[in-house]
């Protein structure tokens, strides 16, 4: 079976997003006033192939914490879908 991870990974909460108060702040001369707390983060695609959701999950799972994620500095969370 095939599965579609779409997982989105964005900055901690608790740390300063340099490049979403960059926007921001762009956002905000542009006369967007009503924009506030932009964060960047990053949307990834993968097609997995697994015998069952489980396994496509422990994938993504192991994908997301070795090397998609930074867990210092990033969270994730994922959707997954039979392709």
């Excluded at 909460?13 to 924009?35: N, R």
């Excluded at 697994?50 to 969370?77: D, F, H, T, W």
């Amino acid at each position: 079976m095939n599965f579609i991870a779409e997982i989105v990974i964005m900055p901690l909460k608790e740390l300063l997003d340099p490049q979403g108060k960059a926007v921001e702040h762009s956002l905000q001369k542009m006369s967007f006033k009503e924009v506030d707390d932009v964060r960047i983060g990053k949307h990834i695609t993968l097609k997995i192939a697994a015998n069952s959701k489980e396994i496509a999950q422990a994938k993504v799972e192991e994908a997301c914490k070795k090397l998609l994620a930074n867990p210092i500095m990033e969270g994730y969370r994922y959707e997954l879908k039979e392709a």
